[in-house]
């Protein structure tokens, strides 16, 4: 679970995958094995997948202790390796950066 708080210097970048429904499991099992890899990276907060329920998009929401470390990561080869596949699915990968400026919850936790 993302612990999301206004002004802790944390980075986050949401990635927007557009694809053909047909490819949605495909692109899923590829970012899930990019997340894991992810996960060991010094810098590491968070990362959370989110699948559109038609089937033609998949949402990436990551955090990170900063943009240089996240960097760093996005680019060893160990992340790269399946990009091009990646890249041949995917009919749009639109990744952004952003700072969170408010943060609401609920009162009690849903289990």
């Known amino acids: 679970m993302p612990d999301i708080h206004e002004g802790d210097?944390?980075?986050?970048?949401?990635?927007?995958?557009?694809?053909s429904p047909d490819k949605q499991g495909e692109i899923i099992r590829l970012m899930t094995e990019r997340a894991r890899?992810?996960?060991t990276q010094p810098?590491?907060?968070?990362?959370?997948?989110h699948r559109s329920r038609d089937g033609g998009q998949?949402?990436?929401?990551?955090?990170w202790?900063?943009?240089?470390?996240?960097?760093a990561a996005h680019n060893s080869p160990q992340f790269r390796r399946a990009w091009s596949r990646f890249g041949e699915i995917a009919e749009?990968?639109?990744p952004e950066l952003?700072?969170?400026?408010?943060?609401?919850?609920a009162e009690r936790s849903f289990a």
């Open 43 to 49: 810098g590491f907060v968070s990362v959370n997948l």
């Open 98 to 105: 952003y700072d969170v400026i408010h943060v609401e919850q």
């Open 58 to 63: 998949v949402v990436n929401y990551v955090q």
């Open 65 to 71: 202790t900063d943009e240089q470390r996240l960097a």
């Open 37 to 39: 890899f992810m996960a």
């Open 9 to 19: 210097g944390v980075v986050t970048q949401i990635t927007t995958v557009k694809l």
């Open 92 to 94: 749009e990968i639109d």
